[in-house]
Nanobody
Framework: VQLQAFGGGLVQAGGSLRLSCAAN????????MGWFRQAPGKEREFVTA????????AYADSVKGRFTISRDNAKNTLYLQMSSLKPNDTAVYYC????????????????????WGQGTLVTVSS
């Protein structure tokens, strides 16, 4: 599957932004999906994930209560709604997919994923 993330941009602290990740292929509904981010000079880190059924989600503590992951299988699209953004949310955000039926614990690990999008830059100004 090919993934394309978009929706990044420049936003002021406290603002909101919605990222989208469009997937091609007919099996999107069977993929576990995740969002990761990488800030300049830092390692890629887990942000949030959703199981292939959509019944379970997981969030990093740093974004819990501010970010919401969702998926629309009819549109083959994954979303990340971000609110109350902070300057330290600035990063390139990547979406990822796995065709294995992992639970949310495994979905926190970037090595669990088979496919990655190209990333979209989110910049939060103070």
């Amino acid at each position: 599957v090919q993934l394309q993330a978009f929706g990044g941009g420049l936003v002021q602290a406290g603002g909101s932004l919605r990222l989208s990740c469009a997937a091609n292929g007919r099996s999107f509904s069977s993929y576990g999906m995740g969002w990761f981010r990488q800030a300049p000079g830092k390692e890629r880190e887990f942000v949030t994930a959703i199981t292939w059924t959509g019944s379970s989600t997981a969030y990093a503590d740093s974004v819990k209560g501010r970010f919401t992951i969702s998926r629309d299988n009819a549109k083959n699209t994954l979303y990340l709604q971000m609110s109350s953004l902070k300057p330290n949310d600035t990063a390139v955000y990547y979406c990822a997919a796995t065709n294995k039926a992992y639970g949310t614990n495994w979905l926190r690990n970037p090595t669990s994923y088979d496919y990655w999008g190209q990333g979209t830059l989110v910049t939060v100004s103070s």
